[in-house]
């Protein structure tokens, strides 16, 4: 019977980041921000805390790329770049709106765990920001126009918004609809925010 073949450095190395990572965001999801420690991650994980330091750097940036705060900002470019000049802003726009409807069928718990943690410690508040920052500016150059910028965080907060009020404020509006009748009402305030030019400006 042959053996097994042996696993490269490289496959030997993803395989532990991906330990590490699935071991960080049970933790979040479970303890939240504050509470998770790199050693707790270390330990659950089975590798050593220099080890999680070395990977990923910092508890900041393990909480991020555990947390996953990139959006869908429409149709990616060939070369596999994240949306920006020249994308369809109505794509943009359906892209949004499917992950909105994903988030209100029922958010996985680190992602639960993610947006209470941005909402009350300060430094998962300034990874998130710093994400949906990049996010904006990404949307914005999609939008292009006036207020390209402002009519981008006002696309992203809106989703965001009602994803909070779904999940963690667990508003009776908002959990009494359909998430498809949600999507359905949302879709033209956000196609009059990609508008080039706002009813007053034309």
Do not use: N
Not at 83 to 101: K, M
Not at 112 to 135: N, V, Y
């Amino acid at each position: 019977m042959s053996e097994p073949p042996r696993l490269t450095r490289t496959e030997r190395r993803r395989q532990t980041e991906a330990r590490i990572l699935d071991s960080a965001r049970k933790l979040f999801a479970r303890l939240g921000y504050e509470r998770t420690t790199i050693r707790a991650v270390a330990g659950d994980a089975r590798v050593d805390p220099a080890l999680v330091m070395q990977y990923y750097g910092s508890k900041q940036k393990l909480f991020a790329r555990a947390a996953d705060l990139r959006l869908p900002t429409g149709r990616e470019g060939e070369d596999g770049d994240p949306a920006g000049s020249g994308r369809d802003p109505e794509a943009l726009i359906e892209s949004l709106l499917t992950a909105l409807g994903v988030k209100l069928d029922g958010l996985p718990a680190t992602s639960l765990a993610t947006l209470r943690s941005m909402l009350t410690h300060p430094e998962a508040g300034q990874i998130a920001r710093e994400a949906l920052d990049g996010h904006i500016a990404e949307v914005s150059g999609a939008l292009g126009g006036a207020d390209a910028r402002l009519r981008a965080a006002l696309l992203i907060c809106t989703t965001v918004g009602v994803a909070i009020g779904h999940e963690l404020l667990r508003l009776d509006a908002l959990r009494d609809a359909p998430p498809e009748r949600i999507t359905e009402l949302l879709r033209p305030a956000l196609r009059t925010l990609i508008a080039r030019e706002t009813p007053q400006d034309a």
